[in-house]
């Protein structure tokens, strides 16, 4: 069996695709218990976050897989998938291994080091289970990624500061700005991204935050806890123009600021400007809104220039992490070869060892006249011969890489050794037995 990870992220694919692509946590069982029914996969997770969209697979044949998801991915943009494939990557057993590792670890984020993305791999694994599309090496899969995740996170400083989108963004409004003090903020979403900015804004001096959400319940307690302002989204363009930034992260489908509420909130400000950071994907800020004299839009990929700076006191630790990853991933990787070599191994120990019994059994018949010391010598002697005869084939078995030669080596030996063969003879007497 292969592990398969086909996806795109914010290095190999604009916002534009990316929102495309992302799927609704509501949408993902079926698009997972899909997958499973097509041959040539056996198990399926999928993460979709504001940077990236991935699946990861277990097959036993990589190319018709990866091709299958390649297919999907265009499905779901909307595009050929000669548009859709060159901002993809697809990687295969210790290469997707390593880098879900990476993406749990936060080696692979947009801010690198974010917390938030264990969370969100941890739940993308939790919706296969419950989808019922995670098997045995997909557990085992994860339950390694996680331990991998927190070693990097416990015995490295990739985690120990706090930066994340929210803290890139009010960042950002700091270069614009320069002094955020006595501004007013409105937050346009409730969720933990939300939460996050407004714990930066209040430390950065911002007197007033305003919250509107789709449940003004769920408004209400973010606001109670930095002493702001709750409001519904309906209620969005009557406070609008007393904001001067405007941070939103909702999971809205379309876009939740239009153009003409925005340029109505302008004229009310009388030159004011207003500062707007979009970090959800897909969309929440109408791209047009740049448009808007004052109006100025910047998404979640504008963000890179800060987090450079923020990339570059951490690569070092970085790569502190990498390693300790590294070992992690050799371990797992040493189980997984040994889910189809150590069955191989035993079938062709058995399997000499019945052929070695019955010509020893052949042998006896002609061999009468020897004693009982001799006549184990002898069988010792089979046992040794057998032994060194196979020594070369299970060393080879034992350490063969695990690749296309790997797969090749193992036909060969199912094939010289008839394994094959009394594998499909079995199969057949036991459903004989059956029908009997």
Same mark, same amino acid.
């Given at each position: 069996?292969?592990?398969?990870?086909?996806?795109?992220?914010?290095?190999?694919?604009?916002?534009?695709?990316?929102?495309?692509? =992302?799927?609704?946590?509501?949408?993902?069982?079926?698009?997972?218990?899909?997958?499973?029914?097509?041959?040539?996969?056996?198990?399926?997770?999928?993460?979709?976050?504001?940077?990236?969209? &991935?699946?990861?697979?277990?097959?036993?044949?990589?190319?018709?897989?990866?091709?299958? +998801?390649?297919?999907?991915?265009?499905?779901?943009?909307?595009?050929?998938?000669?548009?859709?494939?060159?901002?993809?990557?697809?990687?295969?057993?210790?290469?997707? +291994?390593?880098?879900?590792?990476?993406?749990?670890?936060?080696?692979?984020?947009?801010?690198?080091?974010?917390?938030?993305? !264990?969370?969100?791999?941890?739940?993308?694994?939790?919706?296969?289970?419950?989808?019922?599309?995670?098997?045995?090496?997909?557990?085992?899969?994860?339950?390694?990624? !996680?331990?991998?995740?927190?070693?990097?996170?416990?015995?490295?400083?990739?985690?120990?500061?706090? #930066?994340?989108?929210?803290?890139?963004?009010?960042?950002?409004?700091?270069?614009?700005?320069?002094?955020?003090?006595?501004?007013? +903020?409105?937050?346009?979403?409730?969720?933990?991204?939300?939460?996050?900015? =407004? @714990?930066?804004?209040?430390?950065?001096?911002?007197?007033?935050?305003?919250?509107?959400? @789709?449940?003004?319940?769920?408004?209400?307690?973010?606001?109670?806890? !930095?002493?702001?302002?709750?409001?519904?989204?309906?209620?969005?363009?009557?406070?609008?123009?007393?904001?001067?930034? #405007?941070?939103?992260?909702?999971?809205?489908?379309?876009? #939740?600021?239009?153009?003409?509420?925005?340029?109505?909130?302008?004229?009310?400000?009388?030159?004011?400007?207003? !500062?707007?950071?979009?970090? =959800?994907?897909?969309?929440?800020?109408?791209?047009?809104?740049?448009?808007?004299?004052?109006?100025?839009?910047?998404?979640?990929?504008?963000?890179?220039?800060? #987090?450079?700076?923020? @990339?570059?006191?951490?690569?070092? &630790?970085?790569?502190?992490?990498?390693?300790?990853?590294?070992?992690?991933?050799?371990?797992?990787?040493?189980?997984?070869?040994?889910?189809?070599?150590?069955?191989?191994? @035993?079938?062709?120990?058995?399997?000499?060892?019945?052929?070695?019994?019955? &010509?020893?059994?052949?042998?006896?018949?002609?061999?009468?006249?020897?004693?009982?010391?001799?006549?184990?010598?002898?069988?010792?002697?089979?046992?040794?011969?057998?032994?060194?005869?196979?020594?070369?084939?299970?060393?080879?078995?034992?350490?063969?890489?695990?690749?296309?030669?790997?797969?090749?080596?193992?036909?060969?030996?199912?094939?010289?050794?008839?394994?094959?063969?009394?594998?499909?003879?079995?199969?057949?007497?036991?459903?004989?037995?059956?029908?009997?």
């Amino acid at each position: 069996m292969r592990i398969c990870h086909i996806g795109l992220n914010h290095k190999t694919a604009p916002v534009e695709l990316r929102e495309r692509l =992302a799927v609704p946590e509501k949408e993902i069982a079926d698009i997972l218990q899909m997958k499973i029914t097509r041959p040539s996969i056996r198990e399926a997770s999928l993460l979709s976050t504001c940077n990236r969209v &991935e699946m990861t697979v277990v097959t036993h044949d990589p190319d018709a897989a990866i091709a299958l +998801v390649h297919e999907w991915f265009a499905r779901k943009s909307g595009m050929d998938i000669e548009q859709v494939s060159p901002h993809l990557y697809s990687y295969t057993t210790d290469d997707a +291994v390593r880098h879900l590792y990476a993406v749990a670890s936060g080696l692979d984020s947009l801010v690198l080091g974010e917390p938030q993305i !264990f969370g969100q791999v941890k739940a993308s694994y939790e919706q296969a289970l419950a989808a019922g599309t995670a098997g045995h090496i997909l557990h085992r899969l994860y339950q390694s990624t !996680f331990a991998a995740a927190k070693r990097a996170r416990s015995e490295t400083a990739i985690g120990k500061q706090s #930066v994340n989108i929210s803290s890139c963004a009010v960042e950002l409004a700091k270069r614009i700005f320069d002094d955020l003090t006595g501004k007013t +903020v409105m937050l346009i979403g409730a969720g933990e991204m939300a939460e996050l900015a =407004a @714990r930066h804004l209040r430390g950065n001096g911002c007197s007033q935050i305003l919250v509107a959400n @789709r449940t003004l319940e769920r408004a209400k307690n973010l606001a109670i806890e !930095f002493e702001g302002h709750a409001l519904t989204l309906e209620q969005l363009p009557d406070y609008l123009d007393s904001a001067d930034i #405007v941070i939103s992260s909702t999971g809205a489908s379309t876009y #939740v600021l239009l153009p003409d509420t925005v340029k109505e909130a302008m004229e009310k400000r009388r030159g004011r400007p207003m !500062f707007l950071v979009d970090i =959800a994907v897909p969309r929440d800020i109408d791209p047009r809104i740049a448009d808007i004299g004052g109006a100025y839009v910047y998404d979640i990929d504008d963000l890179q220039q800060v #987090v450079q700076g923020n @990339r570059d006191n951490r690569e070092k &630790e970085s790569m502190q992490a990498r390693s300790l990853l590294a070992e992690e991933e050799k371990n797992f990787l040493h189980w997984l070869k040994s889910l189809e070599t150590v069955p191989l191994i @035993r079938s062709v120990q058995q399997q000499t060892e019945a052929m070695r019994q019955e &010509e020893w059994a052949k042998a006896q018949r002609y061999l009468k006249g020897l004693s009982p010391d001799q006549s184990e010598a002898v069988e010792r002697f089979s046992r040794a011969l057998m032994k060194r005869f196979l020594h070369p084939t299970l060393r080879t078995l034992k350490s063969m890489p695990d690749d296309m030669e790997g797969d090749l080596l193992m036909g060969a030996t199912r094939k010289l050794f008839d394994l094959e063969i009394k594998s499909i003879n079995a199969k057949k007497d036991a459903n004989e037995h059956k029908a009997g």
